[in-house]
């Protein structure tokens, strides 16, 4: 916990085509070295060859659903109580949500085989398909965080 209070929120800007802070977001998490067009670029082409798997539905709206399959609605946080750490189970927020989605989405992507895809755009391709049929690494980590949760039900009373 930081000393120096809240940390402000930092304003992202919409992406160039799609203008949208979704597709801004799994950019900005994709970059690595601070290679924005390279993640620019893959992530375009993924959104490309989706627009090919789902001729009739707009990309975005299939990107969306998929999302909504990965973020988690509750989640396990740590309390300390006289000396026991409890796993409490607490809902998530909407922009946590979000990030934990988009965070889990990239690195299952990036877990994944390089002898069946070619490029990382497919990598993602891939798991936004699983995801909308509710399979893939990216659904399997909610699942199990939301398993955690359901475990530890019984400490839901000690929420504050």
């Not at 940390?7 to 799994?26: F, T």
């Not at 992507?109 to 509710?134: G, I, P, W």
């Not at 893939?136 to 839901?156: D, H, L, Q, Y």
Request: proline share 4%.
């Amino acid at each position: 916990m930081s000393r120096k209070g809240t940390s402000k929120i930092r304003k992202v800007e919409p992406d160039a085509i799609y203008n949208s802070l979704l597709v801004s977001k799994i950019i900005n998490a994709t970059m690595k070295d601070g290679k924005r067009n390279a993640a620019e670029k893959q992530i375009y082409l993924a959104l490309e060859l989706i627009k090919k798997d789902f001729p009739n539905e707009p990309e975005l709206e299939v990107l969306e659903r998929a999302m909504e399959n990965i973020k988690p609605k509750i989640e396990v946080r740590p309390r300390r109580i006289g000396g026991a750490v409890y796993q409490i189970p607490t809902p998530v927020r909407g922009s946590r949500q979000n990030s934990l989605a988009i965070r889990w989405l990239i690195n299952s992507c990036r877990a994944r085989s390089n002898k069946q895809y070619h490029s990382f755009a497919q990598k993602v391709v891939a798991e936004l398909n699983d995801a909308l049929s509710n399979s893939g690494s990216a659904v399997a980590k909610r699942m199990e965080v939301e398993r955690m949760a359901e475990a530890n039900r019984a400490f839901a009373h000690l929420r504050w």
